[in-house]
């Protein structure tokens, strides 16, 4: 089991830029692939990134593509996700997720993924 906390969110005008981090607890971080996911008011969970238990694969949503990098130490079991040139629509609570399921590669689909964390919020202004 790994538990997740999710930090690095908050207010900052279109066209900057955040960094989200993701602290897992547990010494088995490595055995996960990772995922980052948001969630706007009214809307359903969406698939952001994805990164393998090693790092050597990355997976992006196609909004997020050229703009957002996934990344991960697995010797600090954290994982990030650097957001630039960010939108409005880039609003949203962001979580980030651990998929035990997946060994090589990654995975845009929420239903691999079984651990959470309990989000942060990322706000943009126009």
């Known amino acids: 089991q790994v538990q997740l906390v999710e930090s690095g969110g908050g207010l900052v005008q279109a066209g900057g830029s955040l960094r989200l981090s993701c602290a897992a607890s547990g010494r088995t971080f490595s055995s996960y692939a990772m995922g980052w996911f948001r969630q706007a008011p009214g809307k359903e969970r969406e698939f952001v990134a994805a990164i393998s238990r090693s790092g050597a694969n990355t997976y992006y949503g196609d909004s997020m593509k050229g703009r957002f990098t996934i990344s991960r130490d697995n010797a600090k079991n954290t994982v990030y996700l650097q957001m630039n040139s960010l939108e409005p629509e880039d609003t949203a609570v962001y979580y980030c997720?651990?998929?035990?399921?997946?060994?090589?590669?990654?995975?845009?689909?929420?239903?691999?993924?079984?651990?959470w964390g309990q989000g942060t919020q990322v706000t943009v202004s126009s």
């Open positions: 997720a651990a998929d035990r399921f997946t060994y090589y590669s990654v995975s845009a689909d929420i239903s691999n993924y079984d651990y």
